[in-house]
């Protein structure tokens, strides 16, 4: 059973380590310099990240 544990676990990491990633090269302040339209495209983003984040790897729902 430690095995499985250690799957998920390693699972879990590999996504926080994939929306920590998005979160942080799609920020609108980091895309600022762009046009209107890519900064929205990139606040969805964020947001759909964040709430992953929250829902997946903090267990917030």
Same mark, same amino acid.
């Given at each position: 059973?430690?095995?499985?544990?250690?799957?998920?676990?390693?699972?879990?990491?590999?996504? !926080?380590?994939?929306?920590?990633?998005?979160?942080r090269?799609?920020?609108? #302040?980091?895309?600022? !310099?762009? #046009?209107?339209?890519?900064?929205?495209?990139?606040?969805?983003?964020?947001?759909?990240?964040?709430?992953?984040?929250?829902? #997946?790897?903090?267990?917030?729902h």
């Amino acid at each position: 059973m430690p095995k499985v544990h250690s799957e998920a676990s390693k699972k879990a990491e590999s996504i !926080k380590e994939c929306l920590t990633k998005a979160t942080r090269l799609y920020h609108p #302040d980091r895309n600022s !310099k762009y #046009d209107e339209d890519w900064k929205a495209l990139c606040e969805q983003i964020s947001m759909v990240a964040n709430n992953l984040y929250s829902k #997946d790897v903090k267990g917030i729902h």
